[in-house]
């Protein structure tokens, strides 16, 4: 899997996108783009996924970038709920099961 | 249903003891796994099983044993830990197959906080 850069940490003010960028240079044509978000003392949530194409969900949206060398997550409406770590992780789809994290973006999303 | 429940949330042993932590899911998911997560540390994957069979080991002591006796439960047996084995224990389940390659989100439960003492 290629590997991700992330920075450490963000802030966002509270009802403004949070946009959290991921550099992904060495990606393969084969690998997609995933994202989870880890809030304190809880699991790994699934946010979104996606190969070339940006795609939106009920809680986010993925730009990837044409080259696809990196990509970025938005959250349209930070609410203090989302302070979490997020996760940029880089995997085949299909046939690859296991996650492999790396140290993620800690949000902090400020009243 | 899309939940994954552990059990127990949190778990006190000593080294000489033996305990089970527990997973279940109910979403037909025949793929399981095991991950272990260090204070302020990303998760890191222990175990993989596919349609209840070991797919794989991250070469993890065998302290730890993991098993699946139906495509619903996942238990992980631990037996003379260290210290340095207190950490929150993570399972996950997943779609075995794709689907276009478009469904191998994993579902992770809340985690079992183990302490070694």
């Known amino acids: 899997d290629a590997k991700t850069t992330q920075p450490t940490s963000m802030d966002c003010a509270e009802g403004r996108a949070a946009n959290l960028p991921c550099n992904h240079s060495t990606i393969s044509g084969n690998e997609y783009v995933y994202w989870y978000r880890q809030i304190h003392s809880q699991g790994p949530q699934y946010i979104i996924h996606g190969l070339k194409n940006n795609e939106t969900n009920e809680m986010a949206s993925l730009i990837i970038t044409e080259d696809r060398k990196s990509s970025t997550l938005i959250l349209p409406h930070a609410t203090l709920r989302d302070t979490a770590v997020y996760y940029c992780i880089v995997r085949v789809g299909p046939g690859r099961r296991a996650l492999t994290f790396g140290s993620g973006t800690r949000l902090q999303v400020q009243p | ?117």
């Open chain 2, 1 to 117: 249903d899309t939940e994954v429940t552990q059990t127990p949330k949190h778990l006190v042993m000593g080294m000489t003891n033996k305990k089970s932590l527990k997973c279940e899911q109910h979403m037909g998911h025949r793929a399981m796994y095991w991950y272990k997560q260090k204070a302020k540390k990303p998760p890191e994957l222990m175990f993989v099983y596919s349609y209840e069979k070991l797919s794989i080991n991250e070469s993890v002591p065998s302290r730890f044993s993991p098993e699946c006796p139906n495509s619903s439960l996942l238990n992980l047996h631990l037996h003379a830990l260290q210290p340095e084995d207190s950490a929150l224990y993570l399972c996950a389940s997943s779609q075995e197959t794709s689907r276009g390659g478009n469904s191998y989100e994993q579902y992770f439960g809340p985690g079992t906080r183990l302490t070694v003492t």
